[in-house]
T-cell receptor, first 114, second 117 residues
Framework: GAGVSQSPRYKVTKRGQDVALRCDPISGHVSLYWYRQALGQGPEFLTYFNYEAQQDKSGLPNDRFSAERPEGSISTLTIQRTEQRDSAMYRC????????????FGEGSRLTVL | AQKITQTQPGMFVQEKEAVTLDCTYDTSDQSYGLFWYKQPSSGEMIFLIYQGSYDEQNATEGRYSLNFQKARKSANLVISASQLGDSAMYFCAMREGEKAAGNKLTFGGGTRVLVKP
């Protein structure tokens, strides 16, 4: 597609429910990143993939968070047993691997956990 | 220690004047990259400018320039001839390590700029 596409744009869920956030990167971009942004703060790295391989998951807060990119294109970030502190904007970004240039961000998925 | 520090939480600038947004960084890597992003109230993240640690000249992109002072570990963004549309949050970010290692960025806390007519 023309840009990074994320869905859903808004998600309201009850505490304890699982949520899945989807990211479709720019065509041809093999690197895909997940970030979380709290209101009024800068994005915080969660994890990233080159093709289908998860290269770094050091930013995932705990084992309730997981991500996959099984075919090297679309990625899903899953949060199990959501908690109120998980409420944030979840942003996906993609970039070329070589040369590693700017990150192109999607519009984000705003998650609210009640 | 913070890897990226933006000490100005908010600032006003008069339309048509220049503004400098401060950014200092902390890394022990010899190879790294510095980025600036703009986030307007709509929430999108817009790439503005990039500076590589080995680049000898300061990066420029239109009205944006990056004042890179390697010894001081600072990468200030200068916006010339401010426009009302420049009102936004601005984030400084750093990639540590070689370009080939990917673009895992660490972001600062941001500076909110409001341009006055």
């Amino acid at each position: 597609g023309a840009g990074v596409s994320q869905s859903p744009r808004y998600k309201v869920t009850k505490r304890g429910q699982d949520v899945a956030l989807r990211c479709d990167p720019i065509s041809g971009h093999v690197s895909l990143y997940w970030y979380r942004q709290a209101l009024g703060q800068g994005p915080e790295f969660l994890t990233y993939f080159n093709y289908e391989a998860q290269q770094d998951k050091s930013g995932l807060p705990n084992d309730r968070f997981s991500a996959e990119r099984p075919e090297g294109s679309i990625s899903t970030l899953t949060i199990q047993r959501t908690e109120q502190r998980d409420s944030a904007m979840y942003r996906c970004a993609s970039s070329l691997v070589q040369p590693a240039g700017e990150l192109f961000f999607g519009e984000g998925s705003r998650l609210t956990v009640l | 220690a913070q890897k990226i520090t933006q000490t100005q939480p908010g600032m006003f600038v008069q339309e048509k004047e220049a503004v400098t947004l401060d950014c200092t960084y902390d890394t022990s890597d010899q190879s790294y990259g510095l980025f600036w992003y703009k986030q307007p109230s709509s929430g999108e993240m817009i790439f503005l400018i990039y500076q590589g640690s080995y680049d000898e000249q300061n990066a420029t992109e239109g009205r944006y320039s990056l004042n890179f002072q390697k010894a001081r570990k600072s990468a200030n963004l200068v916006i010339s001839a401010s426009q009302l549309g420049d009102s936004a949050m601005y984030f400084c970010a750093m990639r540590e390590g070689e370009k080939a290692a990917g673009n895992k960025l660490t972001f600062g806390g941001g500076t909110r700029v409001l341009v006055k007519p």
